[in-house]
């Protein structure tokens, strides 16, 4: 994928961001509950997730209840090590692009010790790569799961360590 389809992707992801926060936020307004900075940004940043893993240019609903669905990748570093001999950008876009989209989630989750972490990054990439193989809206591979992990720990460990230089945390 080239440079401008990424952006593309993050466009799209912020626009539906920014409906479904503008949504929650008319629910508290209805009923007169006060709109929580922190949960808005958790919120943002699920819905941009889910937009650019699982429905990324929209889910065909006649293909998903009648087309045969392709067998989930499950043997590690398979495709990242298909992508290493493809050349520098499809290594950069698949392991980059699966450790920078789950970076925010580590530091969403800074409170928490890291294999809380490390698990909550494998688990909600484990629910994201469920719904891509059920609305068929992407490769399901353990990879992912991995690559995905790991950039919610890459998280954790940059705001951890913002917090500790800024004296907020001790060592």
């Not at 994928?1 to 961001?17: V, W």
């Not at 889910?59 to 209840?65: G, M, R, T």
Request: hydrophobic share 55%; with cysteine; aromatic share 8%.
């Amino acid at each position: 994928m080239s440079i401008s389809g990424i952006l593309i992707y993050c466009l799209r992801a912020a626009t539906f961001a920014a409906v479904i926060c503008a949504a929650y936020a008319l629910i508290c307004l209805l009923r007169k509950r006060r709109l929580r900075t922190k949960r808005l940004a958790g919120l943002a940043y699920l819905a941009a997730l889910v937009q650019i893993t699982v429905l990324r240019g929209g889910v065909d609903w006649a293909q998903v209840l009648t087309a045969t669905r392709d067998a989930p990748r499950l043997l590690p570093l398979r495709t990242t090590l298909e992508e290493l001999r493809a050349g520098a950008w499809p290594l950069i876009y698949h392991a980059v692009g699966n450790l920078i989209w789950f970076v925010p989630l580590g530091i969403l989750l800074r409170k928490r010790s890291a294999p809380v972490v490390l698990l909550s990054g494998a688990g909600l990439s484990i629910c994201i790569e469920l719904m891509q193989y059920l609305l068929m809206t992407g490769v399901t591979d353990v990879d992912d799961v991995l690559l995905n992990a790991l950039g919610a720990l890459l998280g954790w460990g940059l705001a951890r360590l913002w917090q500790r230089r800024r004296g907020r945390i001790s060592p």
